[in-house]
């Protein structure tokens, strides 16, 4: 303890100053940041006239109305020492690659004053002048210094303490009672800094936009990029989050199961806390429409904030149930679930409707019985197909372009009688509006991401709502990845119709020529997906093992690495798929890392990128960062009280990997005695990485 204190008491906070620069919206925004980057390579006179502090040349975002922050240059000092400035040009928009960045000049004098990193056996040789460092990369993950030398020996004490608490079983399913008890007894203050002295200073980047760029800063430094998110999550009971979702996923019309129906597609009290059982993802439950619209306002905060520190290089991270009402991802989900069912039962076959490669001539036999039917001819013209067949029943485009009624929308004929029939559930005018709300917002969200250039990743969700989530995310793709991946998927490989759902979105890119970028992750529902499943009477959608789901990982992304490859064979532009691997499973990393080696494709063709929690893995995140690859940390943010809810999952998701915290906890011990024998216990971390 007496060592704790002692490091605590000598703990230095690097102090940073940063310049604030004024932006336009759209692409005067970017031309002003192009304006600026030309400036840091010219004269120091012209960085300091363009670097200005004064607000009043902030422009208004028309789609925000607040002032647009998209600095092209951050300068900072650390301790006196003037810290390297980043600019870059852009390539061309048409032949940006899915993980494009602007490409980073460095001032080698300024390179020459960064105190080095302590010396280790993976420590590169001095990298040529004008060339960025790179470490080797060690794919066992046993280097303490690569992992740790981003920081302080302070924050590798606080890590320890954090996963010895994470290994106490009782600790951590008492935390959030703990918690309180511990605000009670000593206050809102004291429990602030003691939240900030461990839980909240690990796993969480600072209070606000400004409070975590020190964090973003360093990061950068250390080759890793972040995808932010504004982590404040209600805590409300389980009677309210139960009466809520009831309430938000029933339409005014009643829950009326028709003939088709399908019941996995229908809300269940007992799985209405739709946070049963899932310790490593947010629950939004809605509560009315003003809700969504905050939610879409700090969804677009968090994309000014992160496009404000990273150079274009980051990430948010949004969920569509914030959006809109559950009720409306349900009825859509069902909807495109009967659209397979109604083309299976007609063409065979199973899957979805672009599977089957069936042309609309096809489907004119199939309709021929019905004679000179005016049904049937009005819903030709609009089935969506090309050369090579149906892509999709019904006209998606109509639906995300914010003008469609579903109603009238989701109608086949039927078969027999050539009547049209209605696929979803009854909807009323005012849920219709609802409907309209929720893909207005994601546009917004949408667009401000493409204006300020960051990407954006739609998370998955329970099955019973992804089919939509899905669907909505492709034609955002669709729509926006026409010169860049802005829009990425994210799919659960613990499902079992995973490599099929990815093959079938990866041929609609294909064929609707736009950009696809996915997120591979094992998933964060399995528990409660099979539960529900059991209970309700459908099939189980979860792999039955550990090493089933393991498999659909590989197979998935091998999947994907053997597309991009025949597209760099081809000489296609290879940059239209870009896969992140999120993963906080070594032998996943290894078999990515692997992969791409194999087949030949290079960190540098930004392709694939690899991305981790905030606080957890730094093992495996930093030293792949520092080895040259495209590296993510996973980064929440918000005030300590209202993160409360995010800290305890992630000590319950801590819990569960007590090998990973095992390994953790040896690496931090290890470093920690090497700075102690070797007397660097004030070393302060000065990177001077640049990400690819």
């Not at 940063?18 to 006179?45: D, E, F, H, I, W």
């Not at 940059?575 to 996943?588: R, Y």
Request: hydrophobic share 35%; charged share 25%.
């Amino acid at each position: 303890m007496a060592l704790l204190r002692s490091l605590s008491a000598q703990r230095t906070a690097i102090s940073l100053v940063y310049g604030r620069n004024s932006s336009k919206s759209g692409s005067a925004a970017v031309a002003a940041r192009r304006s600026l980057q030309s400036a840091t390579r010219s004269t120091p006179s012209a960085v300091a006239s363009l670097t200005g502090t004064d607000d009043s040349n902030d422009s208004i975002s028309p789609l925000t109305g607040r002032p647009l922050r998209i600095p092209g240059l951050t300068p900072s000092h650390c301790h006196g020492q003037r810290r390297f400035l980043h600019s870059g040009d852009k390539a061309s928009t048409a032949a940006q690659p899915a993980y494009a960045e602007p490409a980073v000049k460095t001032d080698q004098k300024t390179q020459s004053n960064q105190c080095s990193p302590p010396s280790s056996s993976s420590s590169s040789s001095p990298s040529p002048a004008g060339s960025p460092q790179r470490d080797p990369l060690d794919v066992s993950f046993n280097d303490p210094i690569a992992a740790f030398k981003s920081k302080t020996t302070w924050e590798l004490v606080r890590a320890y303490l954090v996963y010895m608490i994470c290994s106490s079983e009782k600790l951590v399913e008492h935390n959030m009672t703990l918690m309180r008890w511990t605000k009670q007894v000593f206050g809102k203050r004291i429990f602030t800094s003691m939240m900030k002295a461990t839980f909240y200073g690990h796993f969480v980047a600072g209070e606000d936009q400004i409070k975590i760029i020190p964090t973003l800063e360093r990061l950068r430094s250390f080759g890793v990029k972040p995808i932010l998110d504004y982590s404040v999550e209600e805590d409300i009971s389980q009677e309210e989050a139960e009466k809520r979702e009831v309430e938000s996923s029933v339409s005014s019309a009643g829950d009326c199961k028709e003939e088709g129906a399908m019941p996995q597609y229908h809300v269940d009290k007992s799985f209405a806390d739709r946070r049963y059982k899932v310790s490593s993802a947010r629950t939004y439950f809605y509560l009315n429409e003003a809700t969504c619209e905050r939610n879409m306002e700090i969804f677009i905060k968090c994309l000014e904030a992160v496009s404000g520190a990273t150079f274009g290089t980051g990430i948010t991270a949004i969920k569509l149930t914030a959006l809109g009402r559950p009720q409306l991802l349900l009825q859509l989900s069902e909807v495109i679930m009967r659209t397979r069912k109604y083309m299976e039962d007609m063409v065979g076959g199973q899957g979805n409707v672009l599977t089957h490669h069936k042309t609309i001539k096809d489907l004119e036999k199939y309709y021929a019985s019905l004679g000179d039917n005016k049904n049937v001819k009005d819903f030709l013209k609009n089935v969506t197909s090309d050369k090579e067949g149906i892509l999709h029943l019904f006209p998606w485009s109509g639906i995300v372009d914010e003008d469609s009624q579903l109603s009238d929308t989701f109608r086949v004929p039927d078969p027999q009688t050539g009547q049209m029939r209605r696929l979803i559930s009854q909807i009323s005018p005012k849920e219709e509006e609802m409907f309209r709300n929720m893909i207005r917002r994601l546009n917004t969200i949408v667009r401000a991401a493409a204006e300020l250039d960051v990407r954006i990743m739609v998370d998955a969700e329970q099955t019973y709502f992804q089919p939509a989530i899905s669907r909505i995310t492709l034609e955002m793709m669709r729509k926006f990845n026409k010169d860049k991946a802005i829009v990425f998927n994210t799919y659960q490989c613990y499902l079992r119709e995973t490599f099929r759902e990815v093959g079938t979105d990866l041929e609609q890119a294909k064929r609707q020529n736009f950009y696809f970028g996915a997120k591979l992750v094992r998933g964060a529902y399995m528990e409660q997906e099979r539960a529900r499943a059991q209970a309700l009477g459908y099939p189980d959608p979860v792999n039955p093992t550990f090493d089933a789901t393991t498999e659909m990982y590989h197979k998935t992304l091998s999947e994907c690495l053997r597309r991009i490859k025949l597209m760099k064979d081809g000489g296609e532009d290879a940059h239209k798929i870009g896969i992140m691997v999120a993963s906080h499973n070594e032998d996943t990393v290894r078999f990515a890392i692997q992969q791409m080696k194999e087949i030949g494709i290079s960190p540098e063709d930004k392709v694939i990128c690899f991305g981790q929690l905030l606080g957890m893995c730094d093992y495996i995140t930093f030293p792949l960062g520092q080895a040259g690859y495209s590296a993510y940390k996973y980064i929440p943010y918000g005030p300590v009280e209202e993160v409360l809810p995010y800290l305890s999952r992630r000590a319950q998701e801590n819990k569960g990997v007590l090998k990973k915290i095992k390994k953790e906890k040896r690496l931090l011990l290890s470093e920690i005695r090497r700075r102690i024998f070797t007397g660097r216990m004030f070393y302060k971390p000065k990177g001077n990485y640049v990400p690819i």
